[in-house]
């Protein structure tokens, strides 16, 4: 296994939406951050399981005591840019216990009928618990401002509602972070090639893939307001180059890594008598 | 690392309760079916992570194509034993996105006003996913036996609500794995004093253990009348000995992998013409 090397500048600064951020300067072949190759990362990804793991736990247990701090991943990418990958491969090395992932699909007849945040409120972790949205409400302000789906109007109240909502989530406890996986049009290309001609891959293939990717040019503008409007402090969005699988992966752990450092998280202190329950058991 | 060894009998044959099975006769410390030991066990663990992803995500495949077929993978055992080690290090080897893990504690008010299924009906895996409960019902046939919270008509009601409830379950579709990981009382003391001794378990640790400990024999005999009543042949128990935590661990990943082999289950073939689609992407 090659040498692990780690991120010589901050994931979670140097790929963050600030003020007057351009989707069309972030380059997805890049590696924003990280000196390394493919093979350092991979074992970077490896090397740093247990860390995630640990914090976690520590944010699980501290959970069962009242604290009401909890974790939100909102994962948006365009088809194949790999958030399956990112779910498989780095919340995987939590422990699924303390870990809920949701994915959104099409709306059914019943959430359609109520607001679109609706079903979202009600997939959101508890606290102690990492939370990921594999898609989310920005469905309703992406592919439904591509097809028209919602006037600007509506689109105009989605936007103020979503950071009203995220911001109601943070003062309750929750730590959001958001992520875009931003693959290029042709790695794209690639990437629904090879499932094609991959029997094992074509459970994840549908032809609608290939009518949304007409829309690409959309797609990116409808991003590019995404995060014009809706990176704000306590939900800050993060473009993160994937067309090289291993970095978003890296880029996503460090991502959680530093954020959960940044939660002050330590083992729950004893709500009994140490001691005494020690008597207590070597007596049982 | 270990050569790995292999099982030499099927968990999935001599693990399971059969008529005439007596608790008392399963030794907590013995590794029945395998004749390696410890570093040979973790080596197996480590290396069937692969094929149990692979399976699971081909359960999870065919559940999006109108499958019905999927996995409830049911926990009971004493505290300490090992289920949260189980759901870490065996279920954390599949991916996150088909699994759902569903933790059962004291019920709430709103459970308690409903029959003890209503709130597992609501915990039940959707087709393709893999389910797994740490708890169950089976605590309404426990402790409820052991304190008496429960007369005997109510516990011989609930014996057979639960057997109708297993075989519509398995009517429908899902494959029911029951698993009583096994240790023995002095064993249990082993690991209540570790985590007594180290802070970073204190979290894990209620005083409310040793109060239940004390009725170990009465949960002995409750989890015996479990067997004779409810190992049914759509949904028998499974005794692990589990003194050994990585037999435990071997054997809970081996019943399930013997288990979803018998599933029949292939990739989904595509719903689209393959050849077309891959024009069409060539021209995208």
């Given amino acids: 296994m090659a ?9 979670s600064k140097i790929l963050k939406v600030g003020r007057g951020f351009e989707l069309s300067g972030v380059d997805p072949q890049s590696t924003p951050g990280y000196p390394g190759k493919k093979a350092s990362g991979v074992a970077l990804l490896a090397g740093q399981d247990h860390r995630l793991d640990v914090l976690q736990e520590m944010l699980f247990a501290q959970g069962q005591f009242g604290n009401p701090q909890r974790l939100l991943l909102i994962l948006q990418a365009m088809d194949t840019a790999g958030k399956g990958g990112i779910v498989e491969h780095v919340v995987g090395s939590m422990d699924p216990q303390g870990v809920k992932v949701a994915p959104f699909k099409a709306p059914s007849d019943e959430e359609k009928a109520h607001d679109f945040l609706w ?11 990492v939370g990921v949205f594999d898609r989310s409400h920005y469905e309703d302000v992406l592919i439904h401002r591509v097809h028209a789906w919602a006037d600007a109007a509506e689109l105009e109240r989605r936007y103020k509602a979503i950071n009203e909502f995220e911001a109601r989530l943070s003062a309750e406890g929750t730590t959001i972070i958001k992520v875009m996986l931003h693959i290029s049009r042709d790695e794209q290309k690639e990437r629904l090639l090879a499932r094609l001609d991959d029997p094992s891959k074509h459970w994840k293939y549908s032809p609608v893939d290939l009518t949304e990717r007409a829309f690409w040019n959309s797609y990116m503008d409808a991003y590019q307001i995404v995060f014009d409007k809706t990176s704000t402090d306590v939900a800050p969005w993060h473009v993160i180059p994937a067309n090289k699988k291993w970095y978003a992966r890296i880029a996503v752990q460090e991502l ?3 954020t ?11 709500t009994f008598n140490v001691p005494a329950e020690r008597a207590r058991a070597v007596q049982s």
Same sequence: chains 1, 2.
Wanted: zero cysteines; a positive charge; charged letters at 30%.
């Fill in 256 to 258: 959680l890594l530093e």
């Fill in 119 to 129: 079903r979202i409120e009600k997939a959101l972790p508890a606290p102690g618990f």
């Fill in 3 to 11: 040498a692990v090397v780690e991120f010589k500048k901050s994931p």
């Fill in 260 to 270: 959960l450092a940044k939660m002050d998280l330590a083992w729950p202190k004893a």
